[in-house]
């Protein structure tokens, strides 16, 4: 897997990757990640990746994070 850039935000860390014929965006909040994998065929380069994490995608996926907290919270405080 080749790291072919990352994305700077202050709320998140955004790595993007070229692997096996697939360009991935990985977006890590803490111990939790996300990621999204798109067909290289499908874009014309990485900078389209650039284009796809907008601002209006980072929130949906800060929103997810959220969720994805309650969640794990929720399941881990019945074993703690």
């Known amino acids: 897997m080749r790291v072919v850039g990352e994305i700077p935000h202050k709320d998140c860390k955004i790595t993007l990757f070229h692997w096996n014929g697939k360009y991935i965006i990985k977006i890590e909040q803490g111990s939790m990640e996300q990621s999204f994998k798109i067909n290289e065929l499908d874009i014309t380069g990485e900078n389209d ?29 019945k074993v703690l």
């Open 49 to 77: 990746l650039k284009e796809i994490v907008s601002e209006e995608f980072i929130q949906e996926v800060l929103k997810n994070f959220r969720s994805m907290f309650q969640v794990f919270s929720k399941a881990i405080s």
